[in-house]
């Protein structure tokens, strides 16, 4: 048995490497660059987890999300592995001065690009000997970098200022122009990529759209009792989740949860794990559910929106099936669901008006937080203008410098913001054309990664077999492995009546 074969057995108790896994860990641990691109469930922990054993010193992963951090410290550390931690909001004060102390004692460290970009964090990580930086959803650094989280785009300074550790970035769902844009942004060099196709084979892939909200409500209604659960329903907007929730309760579905953005922490936490220990059958969220939730047995994905991107519907739909059984994914929208991400889009970006009246101040020599606290902004378009302005130099050591051509800067912003307002919208388009597509939708997403099809699965899609034909195969499949389940429980409870009347337990 090889070494990396032994460690795998020993060590994570797997049988055997998935596919793709142990030419992403060779290469790592040959100390090269690495991009990997897993289908969601692929494993893609493992391509790091594994060479930290290995390798010694600290891993240190940029993650996106506290609850992605947390499930995963949980996992390892529930599987045996404690020389892990992450570095979050959800420590209290002592807990992050002990681990900053200590960090010589672990193997694995998350954090956030945020926190990771604090002088003193980093301070503190530039005394250690990083052996590996991981960049774990690493599209993000397309999807949210450019906007609202533009400390994705600082991770090449980081990764720099802890001294060019070797770079593994993980993504499910790339396109070339992404895997592009992730080499550039963490200034890749002579790296290793490994594509492994986004499709999955055991996701039945169903498009529905109808001409009202009514229609689709009421479609939704009767599918509901028919799906296979666990299942997770994203919505397009917090209230909509709160609505459906209700109203799900009230259709005979007591054991409905909802979630977004906007709850308290313990709150998201506590339906979280609901979720994950199968108190709940049904999760109507937004898309800020789903990233980190590590739960094999979703049976179904449901959206009841458009999603801004096919990478983001890709994303989400993988949610379900990773246990590799039968699974479904169903979109359900009406036409008029296609303005809401028009909307979203327009609204991410400052108007042309805020930023001719801003700039057009006079901002010389003046902090950015007084100026920040004058003006009240949206929090995630006052992030993006700083990013391009400290890019330009006009902000330098927290103040603003003399604007010498104002008018060429806010043109080349204006210009900035068009651009990417126009990428978003054309990658909606290729969304609606997906869905609205007579022809294999599983073909459709391969297309659009630029990958070849592999063979088509039994249950493929909407467009190659009726969605009503995969519910009544699926219900035929089951039906056999659910009287095995009765049996045994009958078998179980006969069992304990019997030894509860003194009775001998039956062989």
């Known amino acids: 048995m090889t070494q990396l074969a032994d460690i795998l057995n020993k060590q994570f108790g797997y049988p055997a490497f998935r596919k793709g896994q142990k030419e992403i860990i060779q290469s790592v641990l040959e100390e090269r660059d690495v991009i990997a691109i897993l289908p969601t469930g692929g494993g893609k922990s493992l391509c790091y987890h594994l060479p930290a054993i290995i390798l010694g010193g600290l891993t240190l992963v940029i993650s996106p999300l506290v609850s992605l951090m947390e499930d995963q410290v949980t996992q390892m550390k529930a599987a045996g592995h404690k020389k892990v931690a992450h570095l979050s909001s959800l420590l209290s004060r002592e807990e992050k001065t002990h681990l900053l102390e200590n960090l010589e004692e672990y193997q694995i460290v998350f954090v956030s690009p945020e926190m990771i970009a604090l002088p003193f964090i980093r301070e503190r990580f530039k005394k250690q000997d990083i052996k590996l930086f991981v960049i774990d959803e690493a599209h993000c650094i397309s999807q949210w970098g450019h906007e609202f989280r533009t400390d994705y785009l600082r991770l090449s300074e980081v990764r720099r200022d802890l001294g060019s550790p070797p770079c593994l970035a993980l993504t499910a769902t790339a396109t070339p122009e992404v895997e592009k844009d992730i080499r550039l942004r963490l200034e890749m060099k002579n790296e290793a990529v490994y594509r492994l196709p986004v499709n999955r084979s055991n996701i039945f892939i169903a498009s529905d759209i109808q001409k009202s909200t009514a229609q689709k409500n009421k479609e939704f209604f009767e599918w509901i009792n028919r799906i296979e659960k666990p299942a997770i329903v994203y919505t397009g907007t917090r ?57 094999s047995n979703v049976r179904s994905v449901v959206h009841l929106h458009i999603p801004s991107s096919v990478e983001q519907y890709v994303q989400e739909i993988g949610r379900a099936g990773r246990d590799d059984k039968q699974s479904m994914a169903l979109l359900l929208c009406s036409e008029e669901d296609r303005f809401l991400p028009l909307s979203l889009i327009e609204n991410e970006f400052p108007q042309d008006w805020w930023i001719t009246n801003f700039l057009m101040d006079d901002l010389s020599g003046k902090k950015v937080e007084e100026m920040e606290r004058i003006y009240q902004p949206d929090e995630k378009q006052w992030k993006m203008l700083l990013y391009y302005l400290e890019n330009e130099q006009i902000i330098a050591e927290g103040s603003f410098t003399m604007l010498q051509n104002p008018e060429k800067v806010i043109q080349e912003i204006k210009n900035h913001f068009e651009k990417r307002k126009k990428e978003k919208f054309i990658q909606l388009e290729k969304m609606n054309q997906l869905i609205a597509s007579k022809s294999c939708l599983r073909k459709g997403i391969s297309k659009y990664f630029k990958e070849e099809t592999e063979e088509l699965p039994d249950c493929c899609c909407s467009n190659c077999q009726s969605f009503e034909s995969f519910i009544e195969k699926v219900k035929k499949q089951s039906a056999p492995e659910k009287e095995m389940v009765h049996e045994h429980w009958k078998i179980e409870l006969k069992d304990m009546l019997l030894r509860g009347a003194g009775g001998e337990k039956r062989e």
């Open 239 to 295: 209230n909509s989740a709160v609505n459906y929730s209700l109203q799900l309760q009230k259709h005979g579905f007591p054991n409905t949860a909802f979630y977004h953005g906007g709850i308290s922490k313990e709150e998201r936490i506590l339906v979280q794990q609901q979720f994950l220990r199968d108190e709940l059958d049904i999760i109507c969220c937004t898309n800020a559910f789903g990233m980190g939730i590590n739960k």
